[in-house]
């Protein structure tokens, strides 16, 4: 491997960690910011009363980094649940993972599938193509999710059933069934996203010298996408797939808690909306925040890498 990829490549690492290490102290400093931190009140003497000063909230981060680093959260029993944070770490983020890796590898298919038809030039349907990709990039992202949440309450409502299948509760995690909407839900806007960068890196190459020659020689044009545009379509979609990985992420916050499913983003948002007077619930939520963004920049990181090997070979 070339000397100046590889250096690069460590480079681009080395500012992942760095991020991530500057990441994971804000969401703790964040977490441990207590309601009343700095504010003063006054007792019957009319003395003033820290509620709780900077050098007691600096502990506190300190604890939680120490906890972390030992583990210490992590063998913390959440009582309210039965189960230790490690566990609930496990069952939780193996239901996200899941949803999140079908809903990537439909969106990259359909997606494709999408763009290839929209790059298909017919100036009668091009403007209806066009806004068939663009009204889901257009809108916001709750929007396009409480729509299909919205369809999913109508079809159980009215016992509708699909394949065979149904009715298919819009709620839970119980079923494979359950996870159906909150797949459809979290790849609808990486479809569009991924439909799009398909038609324009089709369309960029469409009037290029060798499309042209294959195009001259008799060649159909399923052969000139396949043979010769997806090249340039595979290459733009590896430089996008970080991004796309971040509006899962987002989009995930959102579905899950739409469609009442537990995954790692729920649990989260469920410890911070009611915490624990035993304070396991705190030491939850950091425990759970930090791995999902650890998780987050592995990702990021992995692909981000990835691309730096896999487009000068392509572009070559």
Same mark, same amino acid.
């Given at each position: 491997?070339?000397?100046?990829?590889?250096?690069?490549?460590?480079? =681009?690492?080395?500012?992942?960690?760095? $991020?991530?290490?500057?990441?994971?102290?804000?969401?703790?400093?964040?977490?441990?910011?207590?309601?009343?931190?700095?504010?003063?009140?006054?007792?019957?003497?009319? $003395?003033?009363?820290? &509620?709780?000063?900077?050098?007691?909230?600096?502990?506190?981060?300190?604890?939680?980094?120490?906890?972390?680093?030992?583990?210490?959260?992590?063998?913390?029993?959440?009582?309210? =649940?039965?189960? &230790?944070?490690?566990?609930?770490?496990?069952? &939780?983020?193996?239901?996200?993972?899941?949803?999140?890796?079908?809903?990537?590898?439909?969106?990259?298919?359909?997606?494709?599938?999408?763009?290839?038809?929209?790059?298909?030039?017919?100036?009668?349907?091009?403007?209806? =193509?066009?806004?068939?990709?663009?009204?889901?990039?257009?809108?916001?992202?709750?929007?396009?999710?409480?729509?299909?949440?919205?369809?999913?309450?109508?079809?159980?409502? $009215?016992?509708? #059933?699909?394949?065979?299948?149904?009715?298919?509760?819009?709620?839970?995690?119980?079923?494979?069934? $359950?996870?159906?909407?909150?797949?459809?839900?979290?790849?609808?806007?990486?479809?569009?996203?991924?439909?799009?960068? #398909?038609?324009?890196?089709?369309?960029?190459?469409?009037?290029?010298?060798?499309?042209? #020659?294959?195009?001259?020689?008799?060649?159909?044009?399923?052969?000139?996408?396949?043979?010769? &545009?997806?090249?340039?379509?595979? #290459?733009?979609?590896?430089?996008?797939?970080?991004?796309?990985?971040?509006?899962?992420?987002?989009?995930?916050?959102?579905?899950?808690?739409?469609?009442?499913?537990?995954?790692?983003?729920?649990?989260?948002?469920?410890?911070?909306?009611?915490?624990?007077?035993?304070?396991?619930?705190?030491?939850?939520?950091?425990?759970?925040?930090?791995?999902?963004?650890?998780?987050?920049?592995?990702?990021?990181?992995?692909?981000?890498?990835?691309?730096?090997?896999?487009?000068? =070979?392509?572009?070559?």
């Amino acid at each position: 491997m070339n000397k100046v990829i590889v250096r690069k490549i460590l480079g =681009k690492a080395a500012v992942h960690i760095l $991020n991530l290490f500057l990441i994971l102290l804000l969401i703790v400093s964040i977490i441990n910011i207590s309601p009343d931190l700095g504010v003063q009140t006054v007792d019957n003497k009319g $003395n003033f009363i820290q &509620s709780m000063d900077f050098e007691v909230y600096k502990n506190e981060i300190l604890k939680s980094v120490k906890g972390l680093s030992s583990g210490e959260y992590f063998k913390t029993m959440i009582y309210r =649940k039965g189960i &230790s944070v490690r566990d609930a770490i496990k069952s &939780s983020l193996g239901r996200s993972m899941v949803v999140l890796f079908i809903s990537l590898t439909l969106a990259t298919g359909i997606g494709i599938l999408k763009g290839i038809f929209d790059s298909r030039r017919n100036k009668k349907y091009d403007d209806f =193509k066009l806004l068939q990709t663009l009204i889901p990039l257009s809108v916001p992202d709750v929007l396009v999710i409480s729509l299909v949440q919205m369809l999913g309450f109508y079809l159980y409502k $009215n016992k509708v #059933t699909l394949f065979g299948i149904g009715p298919i509760m819009h709620i839970g995690y119980e079923h494979w069934t $359950n996870y159906l909407y909150p797949i459809l839900a979290l790849s609808l806007i990486p479809v569009a996203y991924i439909a799009r960068i #398909t038609s324009t890196s089709i369309e960029a190459v469409y009037d290029k010298d060798y499309i042209l #020659t294959a195009r001259g020689k008799g060649c159909s044009e399923r052969r000139i996408i396949f043979n010769h &545009s997806m090249r340039n379509v595979i #290459t733009d979609l590896i430089a996008s797939f970080p991004a796309i990985v971040s509006i899962l992420f987002s989009a995930l916050f959102i579905v899950e808690r739409l469609f009442y499913f537990p995954g790692v983003t729920f649990e989260i948002m469920d410890f911070y909306a009611r915490p624990a007077a035993d304070g396991s619930t705190t030491i939850a939520l950091i425990s759970f925040a930090v791995v999902l963004g650890i998780l987050y920049f592995m990702l990021y990181t992995v692909l981000d890498v990835l691309r730096q090997i896999l487009l000068p =070979k392509l572009k070559n």
